[in-house]
């Protein structure tokens, strides 16, 4: 059983940088695929990227494109996100989770608690 436990969420301007970390336990981080995802008020959690299990294969949703950035560093069991240039659209609670398998945007077996992230315009 994976637990993941996100932080580094908060509010910013518009134009601004954030960057989400998500510590895992309890499994072997590098077995895993790694994703984030993001959920706004009244609408559905939806894709945001994703990272292979050594981290050389990464997708993004268009919407982040050249924007973000995911990565990690297995030795300390961590999932990153560098957001720039963020868009009040950006506003959302934002997941880590992770899934057996090859690279993905769907079927993650584990979920952290999310981190709120506020853009201002």
């Known amino acids: 059983q994976v637990q993941l436990v996100e932080s580094g969420g908060g509010l910013v301007q518009a134009g601004g940088s954030l960057r989400l970390s998500c510590v895992a336990s309890?499994?072997?981080?590098?077995?895993?695929?790694m994703g984030w995802f993001r959920q706004a008020p009244g609408k559905e959690r939806e894709f945001v990227a994703a990272?292979?299990?050594?981290?050389?294969?990464?997708s993004y949703a268009d919407s982040v494109k050249g924007r973000f950035t995911i990565s990690r560093d297995n030795a300390k069991n961590t999932l990153y996100l560098q957001m720039n240039s963020l868009k009040p659209e950006d506003t959302a609670v934002y997941y880590c989770?992770?899934?057996?398998?090859?690279?993905?945007?769907?079927?993650?077996?584990?979920w952290g608690q999310g981190t709120q992230v506020t853009v201002s315009s």
């Open positions: 309890g499994g072997t981080f590098s077995f895993y695929t």
């Open positions: 990272i292979s299990w050594v981290g050389t294969r990464t």
């Open positions: 989770a992770a899934r057996r398998g090859g690279l993905g945007a769907v079927d993650y077996n584990y």
